[in-house]
């Protein structure tokens, strides 16, 4: 939630502070420092809460001030590609059959979408604002409007997460009723009540976050900044932002966090019971007949795409909870403190969290092409004449399409 907190205000007045040195406008001091008085006082205003001790502020502001948007814009362009990429190959004919592939193919549609969207942020907000010192109409609500899509795109991957998780359970645990627990219809019904269920499910900061105005005076004419801050009513009712910070923390991040790390570990005992299985079988079956021979390797075969494909799912959901968990217990403590906490420490962790979430957002593709065969193999089928026949010689093009 971009809005103008110490930290960030110190780069902006540092900003203001080069533009006075560098006399390449014609303001004097006086009038400069005037300005800089009343963003300070607009800062208090919003920011009231002065000295909560938060820990590696020093580090928190240099990776923010000079690392932070041009990592984030590279993780973005990668994870932009590698989403692309992973929709193309998990809707080939043979990928898309299988309804966890269209589970995981919402999922990389979500994630491209937030990460497009965070690049002209990263770009505007890092890059011209500061330098610039302009804060127009336009690009407040754009701020708004990005504090807004973030949080619903996020929440979309957070419920497509769960419903990969609930599907992989139910399929694992109820292999009989496989066919009418995870039929086609149902996939389509979870993917479109997780991509509409967080436009109900971040209603409370629709009224939390707001655009605000700071009048200035100079010249002898007005100017009105604009920039994104809590609503007033949130701001007067302390009580208010709690409960807001209590169904962040706990319906948004922690339940579905809890409720993924238990999945998660009945399904490491699942993976474990399945290879205490398969040892026990290998050892009680010494001399087969051949058709139970030949029937046993291809369930050894099935089983094992299947261990693999729960694995892969695992590295997925242990990604995603080292993201949302500090994300939620963060928001529990706000909600337990309150706003003191949420303006001194929550945003200033903020460029981290926005990191972590980014790169969990874009590392998929990677997980898949090393835990997946199916997926590389489908991958190597689409893209490797591409990008070989550049350089393979004219008779081995010619050949490979007699």
Same mark, same amino acid.
């Given at each position: 939630?971009?809005?103008?907190?110490?930290? %960030?205000?110190?780069?902006?007045?540092?900003?203001?502070?080069? !533009?006075?040195?560098?006399? #390449?406008?014609?303001?004097? %001091?006086?009038?400069?420092? %005037?300005?800089?008085?009343?963003?300070?006082?607009?800062?208090?205003?919003?920011? @009231?809460?002065?000295?909560?001790?938060?820990?590696?502020? @020093?580090? =928190?502001?240099?990776?923010?001030?000079?690392?932070?948007?041009?990592?984030? !814009?590279?993780?973005?362009?990668?994870?932009?590609?590698?989403?692309?990429?992973?929709?193309?190959?998990?809707?080939?004919?043979?990928?898309?059959?299988?309804?966890?592939?269209?589970?995981?193919?919402?999922?990389?549609?979500? @994630?491209?979408?937030?990460?497009?969207?965070?690049?002209?942020?990263?770009?505007?907000?890092?890059?011209?604002?500061? /330098?610039?010192? @302009?804060?127009?109409?336009? *690009?407040?609500?754009?701020?708004?409007?990005?504090?807004?899509?973030?949080?619903?795109?996020?929440?979309?991957?957070?419920?497509?997460?769960?419903?990969? +998780?609930?599907? #992989?359970?139910? +399929?694992?645990?109820?292999?009989?009723?496989?066919?009418?627990?995870?039929?086609?219809?149902?996939?389509?019904? +979870?993917?479109?009540?997780?991509?509409?269920?967080?436009?109900?499910?971040?209603?409370?900061?629709?009224?939390?976050?707001?655009?605000? &105005?700071?009048?200035?005076? &100079?010249?002898?004419? /007005?100017?009105?900044?604009?920039?994104?801050?809590?609503?007033?009513?949130?701001?007067?009712? %302390?009580?208010?932002?709690?409960?807001?910070?209590? !169904?962040?923390?706990?319906?948004?991040?922690?339940?579905?966090?809890?409720?993924?790390?238990?999945?998660?570990?009945?399904? !490491?005992?699942?993976?474990?019971?399945?290879?205490?299985?398969?040892?026990?079988?290998?050892?009680?079956?010494?001399?087969?007949?051949?058709?139970?021979?030949?029937?046993?390797?291809?369930?050894?075969?099935?089983?094992?795409?299947?261990? #693999?494909?729960?694995?892969?799912?695992? +590295?997925? =959901?242990?990604?995603?909870?080292?993201? &949302?968990?500090?994300? *939620?217990?963060?928001?529990?403590?706000? *909600?337990?403190q309150g706003k003191d906490l949420f303006l001194g420490c929550y945003q200033m962790y903020g &460029?981290?969290?926005?990191?972590l979430a980014l790169i969990n957002g874009a590392i998929n593709f990677i997980l898949y092409c090393?835990?997946?065969?199916?997926? #590389?193999?489908?991958?190597g089928k689409l893209f490797k004449h591409k990008i070989l026949a550049p350089w393979a010689p004219?008779?081995?093009?010619?050949?490979?399409?007699?």
């Open positions: 939630m971009p809005m103008f907190n110490n930290t %960030k205000l110190n780069r902006i007045i540092s900003s203001f502070r080069g !533009i006075l040195h560098s006399k #390449r406008y014609n303001f004097t %001091k006086e009038e400069f420092e %005037k300005l800089l008085n009343l963003l300070q006082m607009a800062n208090n205003v919003t920011n @009231d809460n002065s000295d909560v001790d938060c820990g590696f502020k @020093d580090m =928190l502001e240099t990776y923010a001030n000079d690392y932070h948007p041009y990592l984030a !814009i590279v993780v973005c362009l990668f994870g932009t590609v590698a989403n692309i990429l992973n929709i193309a190959v998990l809707t080939r004919k043979d990928m898309v059959c299988a309804p966890i592939n269209r589970i995981l193919t919402a999922l990389a549609i979500a @994630d491209m979408v937030l990460m497009i969207e965070y690049i002209p942020y990263a770009c505007y907000y890092y890059m011209v604002v500061p /330098t610039k010192m @302009d804060f127009p109409y336009p *690009g407040g609500v754009y701020m708004l409007f990005h504090a807004h899509i973030t949080q619903i795109l996020h929440t979309i991957s957070v419920c497509l997460t769960l419903t990969l +998780a609930i599907w #992989r359970y139910l +399929a694992i645990g109820y292999p009989e009723k496989n066919t009418i627990l995870c039929s086609e219809g149902r996939c389509t019904l +979870a993917i479109g009540i997780s991509y509409l269920l967080p436009v109900i499910l971040c209603a409370p900061a629709y009224f939390t976050i707001t655009l605000s &105005e700071q009048k200035i005076r &100079e010249d002898n004419q /007005t100017f009105i900044l604009y920039h994104t801050d809590l609503n007033e009513m949130f701001k007067n009712d %302390k009580t208010l932002l709690k409960i807001n910070f209590w !169904i962040y923390a706990v319906f948004l991040k922690l339940l579905p966090c809890c409720i993924l790390t238990v999945i998660s570990c009945w399904l !490491i005992y699942t993976l474990f019971k399945a290879k205490k299985r398969h040892k026990a079988l290998r050892s009680y079956d010494c001399v087969p007949l051949r058709e139970n021979k030949e029937t046993k390797k291809k369930a050894s075969k099935a089983e094992r795409r299947a261990d #693999r494909t729960t694995k892969m799912l695992l +590295a997925v =959901l242990f990604l995603f909870l080292i993201t &949302e968990f500090p994300q *939620g217990i963060f928001g529990l403590f706000i *909600g337990i &460029e981290v969290m926005d990191i090393c835990m997946n065969r199916m997926f #590389r193999s489908t991958f004219a008779s081995e093009i010619h050949t490979s399409y007699v």
